[in-house]
């Protein structure tokens, strides 16, 4: 409809960065914690830089509204179970 106020209301949109060491896979790994914790990604964007980093910038829905720092809580959690060896072929 055209009533975006309270379309806005219901459907909460988060912005998630993630950054790091760049490694292989890492947009891959980032986004399937996104996913395992119930969030739907509508954009991903990515930087690197020349000396070897990486900047994951996601924008989700699929949290409730006005609860960012629970998100934080579960999506950090969920961030420390991720194998990040690029050595360690997925199961």
């Known amino acids: 409809g055209k009533n975006h106020s309270s379309a806005g209301r219901k459907l909460a949109v ?19 914690a996104l996913f395992d914790v119930g969030l739907n990604i509508t954009e991903a964007h990515v930087f690197c830089t020349d000396d070897g980093y990486a900047l994951d910038v996601f924008v989700v829905q699929g949290w409730k509204p006005d609860d960012a720092a629970n998100l934080g809580v579960h999506l950090q959690k969920r ?4 194998n990040w060896d690029e050595g360690v072929k997925p199961p």
């Not at 790091?20 to 891959?28: D, E, F, K, Q």
């Not at 961030?79 to 991720?82: A, C, D, E, R, S």
Request: hydrophobic share 45%; charged share 15%; proline share 0%.
């Open 14 to 32: 988060y912005e998630i960065a993630v950054s790091g060491m760049n490694r292989a896979r890492m947009l891959s790994r980032v986004s399937t």
């Open 79 to 82: 961030l420390n179970q991720v």
